[in-house]
């Protein structure tokens, strides 16, 4: 399994701090983007900010929060693993895997797993989005 490192845009925090995302409810999905088209950290801020590969032969993109909480100024929403898989087709070359609200009212952006080159999931195959490795990616602390 290719590994991958998770990235939150910079929007977000804004996001969180102005009410836009209720990561407890909202429901969370995945855009996939090519090397070519890179998601930038700092100037993305809602799905339409983005270039998509263009892929209906997948599975779910919807993603399971599992657990929301805070514990001593600490949140952590925990995301489930969620696995990808290519049926009718393949789905083309992609390097990101990016986590949008899809409940806000512009598709806000919260951040992104990069892979490191562009993958293709061949019919058939799958692919797993490993989010739970890290414990809990959407973590902000207010001290």
Known sequence: MPSSTFTVFHAFVEDVMEGV???????LTVALCAAAN????????????????????????????????HTSGLYKAIINDLTLTASGGSIAAFRYAVVYNDTATNDELIGYLDYGSDLTIAD???????????????????A
């Open 124 to 142: 058939g195959e799958s692919l797993l989005l490993d989010f739970s490795a890290t414990n809990g990616i959407l973590q902000n602390s207010i």
């Open 38 to 69: 890179a998601p930038s950290q700092s100037s993305d801020g809602q799905l339409s900010d983005l270039t998509q590969i263009s892929y209906t032969n997948a599975s779910s993109r919807v993603l399971t929060v599992s657990a929301s909480s």
């Open 21 to 27: 995302h209720n990561l407890g409810s909202d429901t």
